[in-house]
């Protein structure tokens, strides 16, 4: 089964930008679409972004909308997550997750997850 | 938003022993042009990212042991673990992907008693 890989959290200051990746390896993203969910410490899962298979369609979480954005490099094998404006509680471990199902609209189940990448803000 | 709530929030069960988690919707979660709940379950061990074991309401996921079972329909579900293991030892989230935004629930922690 193929893998991903989630890279570019870090500590930012409330207000701050930061540029998450999600590199997939052994399968081809683009026949999926793809998800970012996030999970603050000590706390449940959150979704927080999906994209469609060719990057045509973007959906947001009414929390990051406006802040965020979901992109994706096919030719890469990589799905970006731009993260503005960050606030406070915005520190989570974000993971990235591949779509169930394979085509090009979300269908919203993930079965497989990244290891995650963790981002502080704070100042 | 569709709200998940599952019961209980925390359980402790023996070796050997049923596990039961209980997950409502706010809404019904069923398609009727397909009759598919749009309900999956997750566990997520101690810092491990959470593992797909249950979508559709019933469908085990590949390599899922056969001790999880799930199920339910429109509005009411349930994860079942028939003989508990070691290794169950974990938080399970129900999730619905019926409509955006995808929301869970808030988790419930299986515990060794």
């Known amino acids: 089964e193929g893998q991903l890989v989630e890279s570019g959290g870090g500590l930012v200051q409330p207000g701050g930008s930061l540029r998450l990746s999600c590199a997939g390896s052994?399968?081809?993203?683009?026949?999926?679409?793809m998800t970012w969910v996030r999970q603050a410490p000590g706390k449940g899962l959150e979704w927080v972004s999906s994209?469609?298979?060719?990057?045509?369609?973007?959906f947001y979480a009414g929390s990051v909308q406006g802040r965020f954005a979901i992109s994706r490099d096919n030719s890469k094998n990589t799905v970006y997550l731009q993260m503005n404006s960050l606030r406070d509680v915005d520190t989570a471990i974000y993971y990235c997750?591949?779509?169930?199902?394979?085509?090009?609209?979300?269908?919203?189940?993930?079965?497989?997850w990244g290891k995650g990448t963790t981002v502080t803000v704070s100042s | 938003d569709i709200v998940m709530t599952q019961s209980p929030d925390s359980l402790a069960v023996s070796l050997g022993e049923r596990a039961t988690i209980n997950c409502k919707s706010s809404q019904s979660v069923l398609f009727s042009s397909n009759n598919l709940n749009y309900l999956t379950w997750y566990q997520q061990r101690p810092g491990q990212p959470p593992k797909l074991l249950i979508y559709?309401?019933?469908t085990r996921a590949s390599g899922v042991p056969d001790r999880f079972s799930g199920g339910g329909s429109g509005t009411d579900f349930t994860l079942t673990i028939s003989s508990l293991q070691a290794e169950d030892v974990a938080i399970y989230y129900c999730q619905q992907y019926y409509d955006l935004p995808y929301t869970f629930g808030q988790g419930t922690k299986v515990e060794i008693k």
């Open positions: 997750a591949k779509d169930g199902v394979v085509g090009d609209n979300p269908q919203g189940y993930m079965d497989v």
């Open positions: 052994e399968f081809t993203l683009s026949n999926h679409a």
């Open positions: 994209i469609s298979g060719s990057g045509g369609g973007t």
């Open positions: 559709w309401a019933s």
